[in-house]
């Protein structure tokens, strides 16, 4: 039941741009977003309600179709500081079990 | 930021000793959860609540337990702990006040089961 992400790890440049995917077998409510730095917990990125509903977060963006059971978050401009494990969470409809996806890895170079 | 604190920090133990994990909160939120987080696995949920002794369980709740008698407590035990079980655990809350919504975590305990 656990919501796939794709890639699993990449590596980027400063500056440039990266999309993470999280993709889920079953209906979604809602999405939220996470990233953890190495060593420490996991923190709140944003959420998305709706389907097709769009948010932003610095240069941090992320999208939500309901009916393709998909989100998929935007990262523009890449900064040293965005280097983390990004994962998306869930509500599994009709159940109250908040799952998380499976992480991506994302490193960023100077 | 809601104030968590899980305690112990690390912990090492033997197979088969009872082992409970605490997680402490100070503001009253309804809904607490329980994770484990293991290299290519992620977060797992073990348990969560959604109130005073309301509890129930999550995706990998064999070997485990909880306990909630106070609104600012929730327990984690390992009734005999196994090194599957060697793991860094993780506290959260609902930060919202719904559930669900902006979980917000401890940071965490270190598990290791020899």
């Known amino acids: 039941q656990q919501p796939v992400q794709s890639p699993q790890a990449v590596i980027l440049r400063e500056g440039e741009d990266a999309v993470i995917n999280c993709s889920s077998s079953?209906?979604?409510?809602?999405v939220h977003w996470y990233r953890q730095k190495h060593g420490e917990a996991p923190v709140f990125l944003m959420i998305?309600?709706?389907?097709?509903e769009q948010k932003g977060h610095d240069k941090i963006s992320a999208s939500f179709n309901e009916k393709k059971q998909q989100s998929s978050l935007y990262l523009t401009a890449s900064q040293l500081s965005y280097s983390g494990t990004y994962f998306c969470?869930?509500?599994?409809?009709?159940?109250?079990?908040?799952?998380f996806g499976t992480g991506t890895r994302l490193k960023v170079l100077a | 930021d809601a104030g968590i604190t899980q305690s112990p920090r690390h912990k090492v133990t033997e197979t088969g000793t009872p082992v409970t994990l605490r997680c402490h909160q100070t503001e009253n939120h309804r809904y607490m959860y329980w994770y484990r987080q293991d290299p290519g696995h992620g977060l797992r949920l073990i348990h969560y609540?959604?109130?005073?002794?309301?509890?129930d369980k999550g995706e990998v709740s064999d070997g485990y337990s909880v306990s909630r008698s106070k609104t600012e407590d929730f327990l984690l035990t390992l009734e005999s702990a196994t090194s599957s079980q060697t793991s860094v655990y993780f506290c959260?809350?609902?930060?919202?006040?719904?559930?669900?919504?902006?979980?917000?975590f401890g940071s965490g305990t270190q598990l290791s089961v020899l």
């Open positions: 609540s959604y109130g005073v002794k309301d509890t």
């Open positions: 998305l309600l709706k389907g097709g």
């Open positions: 959260a809350i609902s930060e919202s006040g719904q559930i669900n919504e902006k979980l917000f």
């Open positions: 969470g869930t509500e599994i409809r009709g159940t109250y079990k908040y799952i």
């Open positions: 079953k209906a979604l409510y809602s």
